[in-house]
């Protein structure tokens, strides 16, 4: 059965340092995302990506953050100069349509440690 | 703005047994949906049932089934006949039309004993 898949699935950085978290979505989906868990707290919308451009984002979304879909398999997200708050699970997830009114698949996530 | 609120951390069940999962969320949009999510231990999320908000009769998927108060804004998940491969994370969410994304409640973890 097609997964999402991430990569890494923990990574371990220093305060200021860039991080590129990496996903698979499944082959025929169009719409794909980012959700972050910190520690104990509710899973969180970042960013959906639709025709390779983003379709919304969150808030948490801001400059220090950025999605691109390089090479039409691959999905990033990239964290510019990380800090300690970026600590957290990162969850990339893909629907074959608009996941608002659908299911979403979720990859395993990514664990972010900011030292 | 839209809320999701699980105010069960933890519960726990006998194999074979039923359990109900709490879960009440606050939205202001008359188009939504809501969703049951589970993540066992290192797995990921998948979903559970999903309900419209436009709909009365209450989803159900084999064993999982829900109780979809819409007055009330609560949408608890029923587990029928519990097995072990049940234990996991559950996570209520909802969303809307009008937006792509979800928001998730804090979670319920579930243990399934034998």
């Known amino acids: 059965e097609p997964e999402v898949t991430q990569t890494p699935s923990h990574q371990v950085t220093q305060m200021g340092q860039e991080v590129i978290l990496r996903c698979v979505p499944i082959s025929n989906h169009l719409y794909f995302y980012w959700y972050r868990q910190i520690l104990g707290q509710k899973v969180e919308f970042l960013v959906s990506?639709?025709?390779?451009?983003?379709?919304?984002k969150s808030e948490i979304f801001d400059d220090q953050f950025s999605v691109e879909r390089p090479d039409g398999s691959n999905f990033t997200l990239k964290i510019r100069s990380t800090k300690l708050e970026d600590s957290a699970m990162y969850f990339c997830?893909?629907?074959?349509?608009?996941?608002?009114?659908?299911?979403?698949?979720f990859g395993e996530g990514s664990r972010l440690t900011v030292l | 703005a839209q809320t999701v609120t699980q105010s069960q951390p933890e519960m726990s069940v006998q194999e074979a047994e039923t359990v109900t999962l709490s879960c009440t969320y606050d939205?202001?949009?008359?188009?939504?949906?809501l969703f049951w999510y589970k993540q066992p231990p290192s797995r990921q999320m998948i979903l559970v049932i999903r309900q419209e908000a436009y709909k009365q009769q209450n989803a159900t998927e084999n064993r999982f089934s829900v109780n979809f108060q819409k007055a009330a804004k609560s949408f608890s998940l029923k587990i029928s006949d519990s097995q072990l491969g049940d234990a996991a994370m559950y996570f209520c969410a909802v969303g809307a039309r009008n937006t792509d994304k979800l928001i998730f409640g804090t979670g319920t973890r579930l243990q399934v004993f034998p």
């Open positions: 939205t202001s949009e008359s188009d939504y949906y």
């Open positions: 990506f639709y025709n390779n451009e983003i379709s919304e």
């Open positions: 997830a893909s629907s074959p349509d608009r996941g608002r009114t659908g299911e979403l698949f």
